[in-house]
């Protein structure tokens, strides 16, 4: 469990399997989030299934992307992962950033910075990514003002993703 008082410094962010418990968990958790916003209700296990296996994640893994997940520094005991963001090729120079996901407990916390630290700083120096987009929903009014905090402009639809409404783009050199 965490507290208000823990700060960035106080997280580990490392990649996860994508195919594993821990990134499962953390994707059922997103999905969730997102279908109970979308349609403004609660969701079910059986919708939540049907978006992940509608949205697939099997490609955040080397050499076409990365899963990342963030967790407590320290004893093992607290390490239990609270966040996670994905990134995806999309050219030689371009990736994606994706899957981004902080848990109610970590929030306030600077977890999402970090995370989005991390994600930029694999992106740009193994994958040798000189831009990351990202997509996002007009209903995810907190996504879209962290993304602007940290230097991500609005840009031109680039991608065909039924679900998006914005998007964003960071220049990383």
Same mark, same amino acid.
């Given at each position: 469990?965490?507290?208000?008082?823990?700060?960035?410094? /106080?997280?580990?962010?490392?990649?996860? %399997?994508?195919?594993?418990?821990?990134?499962?968990?953390?994707?059922?958790?997103?999905?969730?989030?997102? *279908?109970?916003?979308?349609? =403004? &209700?609660?969701? /079910?296990?059986?919708?939540?299934?049907?978006?992940? +296996?509608?949205?697939?994640?099997?490609?955040?893994?080397?050499?076409? @992307?990365?899963?990342?997940?963030?967790?407590?520094? @320290?004893?093992?005991?607290? @390490?239990?992962?609270? =966040?996670?963001?994905?990134?995806?090729?999309?050219?030689?120079?371009?990736?994606?950033?994706?899957?981004?996901? *902080?848990? %109610?407990?970590?929030? =306030?916390?600077? *977890?999402? =910075?970090?995370?989005? @630290? +991390? +994600?930029?700083?694999?992106? &740009? /120096?193994?994958?040798?990514?000189?831009?990351?987009?990202?997509?996002?929903?007009? /209903?995810? *009014?907190?996504?879209?003002?962290?993304?602007?905090?940290?230097?991500?402009?609005?840009?031109?639809?680039?991608?065909?993703?039924?679900?998006?409404?914005?998007?964003?783009?960071?220049?990383?050199?």
């Amino acid at each position: 469990m965490t507290t208000n008082n823990t700060h960035a410094t /106080d997280w580990a962010v490392a990649p996860v %399997p994508i195919t594993g418990p821990e990134a499962a968990t953390l994707l059922r958790r997103y999905y969730t989030e997102l *279908v109970s916003r979308f349609y =403004g &209700r609660p969701t /079910d296990d059986a919708e939540v299934s049907a978006v992940l +296996a509608e949205e697939p994640s099997d490609d955040l893994v080397p050499p076409t @992307g990365e899963f990342l997940a963030v967790r407590l520094a @320290g004893a093992p005991a607290r @390490g239990v992962p609270v =966040g996670c963001v994905g990134l995806r090729v999309l050219d030689a120079h371009t990736m994606e950033l994706t899957r981004m996901y *902080v848990g %109610p407990e970590a929030r =306030g916390q600077g *977890v999402a =910075g970090l995370l989005i @630290g +991390a +994600a930029e700083t694999l992106a &740009r /120096d193994t994958f040798h990514a000189d831009t990351i987009r990202l997509d996002t929903r007009e /209903d995810l *009014v907190e996504a879209r003002a962290l993304y602007a905090k940290h230097g991500y402009r609005e840009i031109a639809r680039y991608n065909t993703s039924p679900y998006a409404d914005h998007w964003f783009e960071k220049r990383l050199r």
